[in-house]
């Protein structure tokens, strides 16, 4: 067996994302006593609830340790319709509760996807939904939006339409909203109008709704159209890791959908996870089963309002609106062909990040994951202080290039 033979050709071809370099670079710092500050990874701070942690530890002393049903607990998947406010629209052979919402996304593919079928992404595909299509031996593929910039990347049921004609082997379309990275949310209308052109193409329609209740300004989140013709296409996917603080490691995600899918994908997990660890489910089922606090989505609010005051008029750099998720997302294209003070010129959103980063401890995630190169995402779910001290940071370095 040859080296290159050790590992198959498919998890071959994986690269690890930059943030790993940049890890090393702000370890670099850290060891030189230099400030870091840490707008890279998407996580909410702050405590876990006590309901929660008491429902965890109270299932670990009542011995609930034993094998659980592999498409989730049924008074944990019971707890995800009421959630979702789909008691009355589905039962809890529609839903299955998964190890994190990556993995119902990758239950999705598997569950429908035949080698080389198609898959259909936004235009700034969250960094893992490649990968896991493709180790599902799908192919993925971008709608590029005609309106591109306009309307900040958002796909219109024409651009769709252009894109299922072309590839007859399309199985999906993948929305993500509110949409990771650019913070965009698409209106009751845009996702309807989607969800249409899927039904009509006998396409499923994939909703990853994971920042569903971050959205800010008071707007509600635009619900997709559920009806006898939507249902059978309509797979939703949501977990826990984003609208509470602190549940990102409890790993606990769900799906609800058609129940012939949903079958396919209980049968699945019978055969390998065999349904997530039974405390956290019930966990899970303590967060989401109480009303929910809107303190945090309040509170990210505010951490928005913030970070955009403090980066107004910040140099070579347009910051798009964020109404929903916590996240700034950043056109830095007009600092391309400018030199920094080490006489570097700036090509790439990987050279503007790891420029941010060695000239002022700024740590963002270059949109090169995203497939955009130009651009930079932010997380404000982090203290006030990074947020006034990275962007002062932020603007030293920006000016700073000639
Ligand atoms: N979908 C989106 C858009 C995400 O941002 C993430 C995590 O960052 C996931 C899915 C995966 O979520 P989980 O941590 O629940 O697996």
Redesign the pocket.
């Known amino acids: 067996m040859l080296d290159h033979e050790r590992i198959s050709a498919k998890l071959g071809k994986f690269r690890p994302s930059l943030t790993l370099a940049l890890k090393h670079l702000v370890a670099a710092r850290v060891a030189a006593g230099l400030p870091v500050h840490d707008f890279g990874l998407?996580?909410t701070k702050g405590d876990l609830a006590p309901h929660v942690r008491e429902a965890g530890e109270h299932a670990f002393r009542a011995g609930k340790t034993m094998y659980g049903d592999p498409g989730g607990l049924p008074e944990v998947r019971q707890a995800v319709l009421e959630w979702l406010g789909l008691q009355a629209e589905y039962g809890v052979d529609n839903v299955v509760v998964?190890?994190?919402?990556?993995?119902?996304?990758f239950n999705t593919f598997l569950a429908i996807c035949n080698p080389a079928d198609v898959v259909l992404f936004d235009a700034a595909p969250?960094?893992?939904?490649q990968p896991l299509a493709v180790a599902a031996y799908a192919t993925p593929i971008m709608v590029l939006p005609t309106a591109g910039l306009a309307n900040h990347l958002k796909v219109t049921p024409d651009d769709l339409l252009r894109n299922l004609r072309m590839r007859p082997h399309a199985k999906l379309f993948l929305l993500?909203n509110p949409?990771?990275?650019t913070a965009q949310l698409y209106t009751a209308d845009e996702v309807n109008a989607l969800l249409d052109v899927c039904v009509e193409h006998r396409v499923y329609f994939l909703l990853?709704r994971?920042?569903w209740r971050i959205v800010f300004d008071g707007v509600p989140f635009p619900e997709p159209r559920l009806d006898e013709r939507t249902r059978p296409w309509l797979i939703q996917?949501d977990?826990?890791?984003?609208n509470f603080r602190r549940t990102?490691g409890l790993?606990?995600?769900w799906s609800i959908g058609p129940t012939d899918v949903t079958a396919a994908m209980v049968n699945l997990q019978s055969h390998y996870t065999a349904g997530p660890a039974v405390p956290t489910q019930l966990a899970a089922a303590a967060a989401i089963g109480a009303e929910y606090d809107p303190e945090l989505v309040r509170d990210l609010q505010a951490k928005r309002d913030l970070l955009h005051r403090e980066a107004a008029g910040m140099p070579h750099v347009t910051i798009w609106p964020t109404p929903a998720s916590f996240y700034s997302f950043w056109d830095v294209r007009q600092a391309f062909g400018r030199t920094t003070p080490a006489s570097e010129v700036l090509r790439t959103s990987d050279d503007v990040a790891t420029y941010l980063i060695r000239e002022g401890g700024v740590v963002t995630a270059s949109g090169s994951g995203f497939m955009q190169d130009g651009y930079l995402r932010l997380s404000f779910a982090t203290p006030d202080e990074t947020i006034r001290g990275g962007m002062r940071a932020a603007r030293e370095a920006m000016a700073r290039l000639t």
Do not use: F, H, I
């Open positions: 998407g996580e998964t190890a994190g919402a990556k993995q119902s996304l969250w960094v893992s939904y993500n949409v990771n990275p990853d994971l920042y996917v977990g826990l890791s984003k990102g790993r606990v995600g």
